[in-house]
């Protein structure tokens, strides 16, 4: 049962894909927009394109003629996603989903509008003008989000009126294609925030990844952990959050459901219809499961009895701080000394300051508090340096 598999965007997380899916017997091809990206060291081929132009796209797919494409990134044309699925091509999960998340206008507003959820309040600018009458009415402080963006890029809090303009420049140049158009959130005062790790299945129930708690820094993630502190009810009012909006959505994968947990209840923040960076915790084998292995089990169309927590676990992110080509990494042999620790290379071939370039993963038992385990990543990442 071998399928022909493109994935659109091939960073750290789609590597770790293409290694679960070739495990299964698959055959990957690799695009991004750059050569020497990680998921290409790993596939069978691969492609440099922009994925923003929709011609280039058309033509990747009418050579390769896919069994199923992966989105693994947000700055693609997604709207040509309705004619693959028309041409017989699954898209991962659905075109619907791809084109409604990579989009934080149309998430948000199902979210909110149609389903109902709890979010934060929000309002939408395309202009500096509308910008700074949105703010005025949500009010300050509040979050600051290009429509369009990954990894955390032009996100930013506006805690006094002189950060209006710096926000509203710095999202603008961190849009990602030609969408310029930002949300502007009210500030939720939460206690934590979880991503909750959703898989749906074509022949099974959906099923929940025990939640993971995260740490973010420029709306970018620095460590996470798993299990985190959570209460049942709460636990069961994200649970029905995420059947909720996947159902609506559609198609089979893992999706990475970002919640605010408040003394109010919880509130829905965002949503990926793929693996999730908090959740590279899975590959210290926290789960039965990685992330990653249920995200191939799904869209395969494989059964997934049951997910369950082994260990607990965390990760902590090793940053580049500058920009430069393919770095030398140092203190690994005294990182990995350590019981029950693991270092995630991603091997990308240039630094730019924060970009992502590992991963350190440690785990313990479950009785275990997860806060040692938790510092104990973010430790030994610190001992990791680029050079």
Same mark, same amino acid.
């Given at each position: 049962?071998?399928?022909?598999?493109? =994935?659109?965007?091939?960073? *750290?997380? %789609?590597?770790?894909?293409?290694?679960?899916?070739?495990? =299964?017997?698959?055959?990957?091809?690799?695009?991004?927009? $750059?050569?020497?990206?990680?998921?290409?060291?790993?596939?069978?081929?691969?492609?440099?394109? #922009?994925?923003?132009?929709?011609?280039?796209?058309?033509?990747?797919?009418?050579?390769?003629?896919?069994?199923?494409?992966?989105?693994? +990134?947000?700055?693609?044309?997604?709207?040509?996603?309705?004619? $693959?699925?028309?041409?017989? @091509?699954?898209?991962?999960?659905?075109?619907?989903?791809?084109?409604?998340?990579?989009?934080?206008?149309?998430?948000?507003?199902?979210?909110?509008?149609?389903? #109902?959820?709890?979010?934060?309040?929000?309002?939408?600018?395309?202009?500096?003008?509308?910008?700074?009458?949105?703010?005025?009415?949500?009010? +300050?402080?509040?979050?600051?989000?290009?429509?369009?963006?990954?990894?955390?890029?032009? &996100?930013?809090?506006?805690?006094? *009126?002189?950060?209006?303009?710096?926000?509203?420049?710095?999202?603008?140049?961190?849009?990602?294609?030609? $969408?310029?158009?930002? @949300?502007?959130?009210?500030?939720?005062?939460?206690?934590?925030?979880?991503?909750?790790?959703?898989?749906?299945?074509?022949?099974?129930?959906?099923?929940?990844?025990?939640?993971?708690?995260?740490?973010?820094?420029? %709306?970018?993630? &620095?460590?996470?952990?798993?299990?985190?502190?959570? #209460?049942? /009810?709460?636990?069961?009012?994200?649970?029905?959050?995420?059947?909720?909006?996947?159902?609506?959505?559609?198609?089979?994968?893992?999706? %990475? @459901?970002?919640?605010?947990?408040?003394?109010?209840?919880? $509130?829905?923040?965002?949503?990926?219809?793929?693996?999730?960076?908090?959740?590279?915790?899975? =590959?210290?084998?926290?789960? #039965?499961?990685?992330?990653?292995?249920?995200?191939?089990?799904? +869209?395969? /169309?494989?059964?997934?009895?049951?997910?369950? =927590?082994?260990?607990?676990?965390?990760?902590?992110?090793?940053?580049?701080?500058?920009? /430069?080509?393919?770095?030398?990494?140092? %203190?690994?042999?005294?990182?990995?000394?350590?019981?029950?620790?693991? @270092?995630?290379?991603?091997?990308?071939?240039?630094?730019?300051?924060?970009?992502?370039?590992?991963?350190?993963?440690?785990?313990?038992?479950?009785?275990?508090?997860?806060?040692?385990?938790?510092?104990?990543?973010?430790?030994?990442?610190?001992? +990791?340096?680029?050079?």
């Amino acid at each position: 049962m071998q399928k022909k598999i493109m =994935l659109l965007g091939s960073g *750290e997380l %789609g590597k770790e894909v293409a290694i679960a899916l070739q495990r =299964l017997g698959q055959y990957v091809i690799a695009v991004d927009s $750059y050569e020497g990206a990680p998921a290409m060291q790993v596939s069978h081929e691969f492609e440099i394109i #922009n994925m923003l132009d929709g011609d280039a796209l058309d033509l990747i797919v009418a050579k390769h003629k896919p069994d199923l494409i992966v989105p693994e +990134i947000e700055a693609i044309r997604t709207e040509r996603f309705y004619d $693959y699925e028309k041409q017989g @091509i699954t898209v991962v999960p659905s075109a619907k989903a791809a084109n409604f998340t990579m989009n934080r206008k149309a998430i948000r507003d199902l979210a909110a509008k149609d389903l #109902n959820l709890r979010t934060a309040n929000y309002l939408y600018a395309a202009t500096f003008e509308e910008f700074k009458i949105a703010v005025s009415k949500i009010g +300050i402080p509040c979050v600051v989000k290009p429509l369009m963006s990954s990894s955390g890029k032009g &996100q930013s809090v506006i805690k006094e *009126e002189f950060d209006i303009q710096k926000s509203w420049t710095y999202a603008m140049e961190g849009s990602r294609g030609d $969408y310029k158009e930002v @949300i502007i959130e009210e500030f939720i005062k939460f206690n934590s925030e979880i991503t909750l790790l959703t898989v749906t299945q074509q022949n099974g129930r959906t099923l929940f990844c025990p939640p993971i708690g995260h740490r973010q820094e420029r %709306g970018d993630y &620095q460590e996470s952990w798993q299990p985190c502190s959570i #209460n049942d /009810g709460d636990l069961n009012e994200a649970q029905q959050m995420a059947e909720k909006v996947t159902i609506a959505l559609g198609g089979y994968g893992i999706w %990475g @459901i970002e919640f605010f947990l408040t003394d109010k209840g919880v $509130y829905f923040s965002e949503l990926s219809p793929r693996p999730h960076d908090t959740g590279m915790v899975t =590959l210290a084998n926290t789960q #039965n499961y990685n992330e990653f292995e249920l995200h191939a089990r799904a +869209i395969l /169309g494989f059964p997934i009895p049951k997910i369950e =927590l082994v260990k607990n676990g965390a990760s902590a992110v090793v940053l580049a701080k500058k920009e /430069g080509g393919r770095p030398n990494f140092f %203190g690994i042999a005294d990182v990995l000394q350590n019981d029950n620790t693991d @270092i995630k290379i991603f091997n990308k071939p240039s630094t730019r300051p924060f970009r992502r370039m590992a991963v350190v993963l440690c785990s313990d038992h479950l009785e275990t508090d997860i806060t040692k385990t938790k510092e104990k990543a973010v430790s030994l990442a610190k001992q +990791i340096t680029l050079q």
